[in-house]
């Protein structure tokens, strides 16, 4: 695997094409580290898989350049959707969507519907337009970390999730720090009104505000998990993240630079507002397994902003038993 830490234009024109030739490419977006390969090819695609330890059946993200691409991968698209589209990509929205003939079953876990996002980063948007420039049509990307782990918000944590389970020929795109810092806000479009699966920084008021009609938020309901991001337990690091009781002397401390840090406790990060939070949350947790500390004690945002997002990971990623 080769890290590409200065991406000049020619750098990236040599990264899609080694998309084209079936590659894999980890690119930086505004949320976390994609995990990228050619959409339309099995194969490549077949190595997402095998290099996440992902169960074949989870559906992928498309990433497009622009919304004038979204006819290539979907049908019979809502008023609605395309005004979320049009609103908010490039950033940190997904829309689920019917698929084209062009979304194949290996992409949509053998669904009729496919999920399309445009990401906003430089790096991410010269490599998909370099990429279509070469005849691509679309990059399946995952997160790049291991299934069920934390996402990558930097360089640096790809190489260490992923590093061992790439190839010579395979690249990492250095871009920074994510600015997001979690997952993009997942939308269902494919009914009459729009549900969110998975919450993100386009936030259901925004959502609401937007399309003017009812929005669902299916994260808040329990039966339905459609998305891995859905199931139960889910972005974790090995230690236990603990939201609630007591801190004890020797836990990771995670929480809003306002609150004080317990005695005996590790800070981890002191973020000064939400969005601050979830830019370094994955990054408090990386920190947390690297010093192997048992316990992270994490005091939740609240907000009807990032906040609800922050707290479906931290609900999420704690639902492992915690033994204490
Ligand atoms: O911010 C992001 O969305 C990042 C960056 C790299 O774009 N990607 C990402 O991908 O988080 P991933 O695969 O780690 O999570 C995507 C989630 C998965 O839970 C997947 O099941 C869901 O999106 N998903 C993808 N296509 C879907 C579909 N057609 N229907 C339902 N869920 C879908
Ligand atoms: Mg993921």
Same mark, same amino acid.
């Given at each position: 695997?080769? $890290? %590409?830490?200065?991406?000049?234009?020619?750098?990236?024109?040599?990264?899609?094409?080694?998309?084209?030739?079936?590659?894999?490419?980890?690119? #930086?977006?505004?949320?976390?580290?994609?995990?990228?390969?050619? !959409?339309?090819?099995?194969?490549?695609?077949?190595?997402?898989? =095998?290099?996440?330890?992902?169960? #074949?059946?989870?559906?992928?993200?498309?990433?497009?350049?622009?919304? !004038?691409?979204?006819? =290539?991968?979907?049908?019979?698209?809502?008023?609605?959707?395309?005004?979320?589209?049009?609103?908010?990509?490039? +950033?940190?929205?997904?829309?689920?969507?019917?698929?084209?003939?062009?979304?194949?079953?290996?992409?949509?876990?053998? /669904?009729?519907?496919?999920?399309?996002?445009?990401?906003?980063?430089?790096?991410?948007?010269?490599?998909?337009?370099?990429?279509?420039?070469?005849?691509?049509?679309? *990059?399946?990307?995952?997160?790049?970390?291991?299934?069920?782990?934390?996402?990558?918000?930097?360089?640096? &944590?790809?190489?260490?999730?992923?590093?061992?389970?790439?190839?010579? *020929? &395979?690249?990492?795109?250095?871009?920074?720090?994510?600015?997001?810092? $979690?997952?993009?806000?997942?939308?269902?479009?494919?009914?009459?009104? #729009?549900?969110?699966?998975?919450?993100?920084?386009?936030?259901?008021?925004?959502?609401?505000?937007?399309?003017?009609?009812?929005?669902?938020?299916?994260?808040?309901?329990?039966?339905?998990?459609?998305?891995?991001?859905?199931?139960?337990?889910?972005?974790?690091?090995?230690?236990?993240? *603990?939201?609630? @009781?007591?801190?004890?002397?020797?836990? @990771?401390?995670?929480?809003?630079?306002?609150?004080?840090?317990? %005695? +005996?406790?590790?800070?981890?990060?002191?973020?000064?507002?939400?969005?601050?939070?979830? /830019?370094?949350?994955?990054?408090?947790?990386?920190?947390?397994?690297?010093?192997?500390?048992?316990?992270?004690?994490?005091?939740?945002?609240? @907000?009807?902003?990032?906040?609800?997002?922050?707290?479906?990971?931290?609900?999420?990623?704690?639902?492992?038993?915690?033994?204490?």
């Amino acid at each position: 695997m080769s $890290i %590409i830490s200065n991406c000049t234009a020619s750098a990236i024109k040599a990264a899609a094409k080694s998309l084209v030739d079936g590659n894999l490419v980890v690119f #930086p977006t505004e949320t976390v580290y994609g995990l990228g390969a050619d !959409a339309c090819n099995e194969k490549a695609v077949a190595r997402i898989y =095998e290099a996440k330890g992902r169960p #074949p059946n989870h559906p992928l993200i498309v990433h497009i350049s622009s919304i !004038a691409h979204l006819d =290539e991968w979907a049908r019979d698209i809502p008023e609605y959707a395309l005004k979320l589209a049009r609103n908010f990509w490039p +950033g940190p929205m997904t829309l689920i969507l019917p698929r084209t003939k062009l979304a194949k079953d290996f992409i949509t876990g053998s /669904q009729d519907n496919v999920g399309l996002r445009v990401p906003e980063h430089t790096v991410a948007l010269t490599l998909l337009r370099e990429f279509e420039a070469l005849g691509g049509l679309g *990059v399946a990307a995952p997160s790049a970390n291991k299934f069920g782990k934390v996402s990558p918000t930097s360089a640096r &944590d790809v190489i260490d999730e992923l590093g061992d389970r790439l190839l010579d *020929v &395979d690249q990492v795109l250095e871009g920074g720090i994510s600015q997001v810092g $979690i997952e993009s806000t997942i939308i269902d479009c494919t009914g009459e009104n #729009p549900i969110i699966l998975r919450p993100g920084a386009i936030t259901y008021k925004m959502i609401k505000n937007l399309v003017l009609s009812e929005v669902r938020q299916e994260h808040l309901s329990s039966n339905k998990l459609r998305a891995p991001g859905m199931l139960q337990s889910h972005y974790q690091p090995n230690a236990n993240v *603990v939201l609630s @009781g007591e801190v004890k002397s020797g836990d @990771g401390f995670i929480a809003l630079n306002t609150q004080a840090t317990p %005695i +005996g406790a590790i800070r981890l990060a002191s973020p000064r507002n939400n969005s601050e939070y979830a /830019q370094i949350l994955y990054k408090a947790l990386r920190l947390a397994d690297s010093k192997n500390i048992k316990n992270v004690f994490v005091v939740a945002p609240h @907000g009807d902003d990032i906040a609800i997002a922050i707290q479906d990971r931290l609900q999420k990623c704690s639902t492992k038993i915690n033994k204490r």
